[in-house]
């Protein structure tokens, strides 16, 4: 059984996006590799990275380091990625992240008309966040995710699990984290 893939873009200890990512892994009940986002030093996204991915590519060489990223979460059956709401989005990380896993033959291939197949394993994919406010539009964060995995990685079943207003005056901090915990909890994954 190939591990569940948790790509962790949560920054403070103590994280509520974090707590409630664990309370989804433990609901899996399975074993997961886990991706620090902001503890990994992303090359820049230049035109000399740019044209080396390019090259690699069209050598076939995905075995290069440059596509670890791509390749593990290619070959993840499950992703869970906790990533807390912030400026309309999510941490800069995980869009950094999301960068280096974009690579055509490795995570989505083109047909010859230039739309994307996907060619990831997984078959779901849970987006985790928790943000300070109510305001909170799901097709920024959360749409631009699920557009790139239905869209480019062939992942049909993508969730959004929320926590929201927590940082608001008068906020019920631990009702709102219990109650997306028990969300969590009656979760079905067929």
């Known amino acids: 059984m190939k591990p569940v893939l948790f790509i962790n873009a949560c920054v403070r200890k103590g994280s509520r996006t ?38 690699l590519l069209s050598d076939g060489d995905i075995m290069d ?6 390749r593990r979460f290619a070959q993840a059956e499950t992703i869970v ?31 010859g008309d230039g739309i994307p197949v996907g060619l990831c394993r997984a078959e779901r994919l849970i987006v985790v966040m928790t943000a300070g406010g109510s305001y909170v539009p799901e097709e920024y964060g959360f749409g631009y995710i699920k557009a790139l995995a239905q869209g480019f990685y062939g992942i ?12 608001m005056e008068g906020a019920d901090v631990e009702g709102i984290l219990r ?12």
């Open 18 to 55: 974090g707590r409630l990512a664990k309370c989804v892994l433990r609901k899996l009940d399975r074993p997961y590799e886990e991706v620090c986002v902001h503890g990994i030093r992303f090359p820049v996204t230049d035109e000399a990275f740019l044209e080396k991915r390019d090259r």
């Open 156 to 167: 049909s079943d993508v969730r959004l699990i929320k926590a929201c207003g927590l940082d």
């Open 81 to 111: 990625i906790a990533a807390p709401y912030w400026d309309l989005s999510f941490p800069a990380a995980l869009k950094q992240y999301i960068e280096q896993i974009n690579a055509a033959g490795i995570t989505f291939r083109y047909t």
């Open 65 to 70: 380091p440059v596509f670890d990223h791509a």
């Open 179 to 190: 109650s997306a915990e028990k969300e969590i909890e009656e979760m079905v994954f067929a």
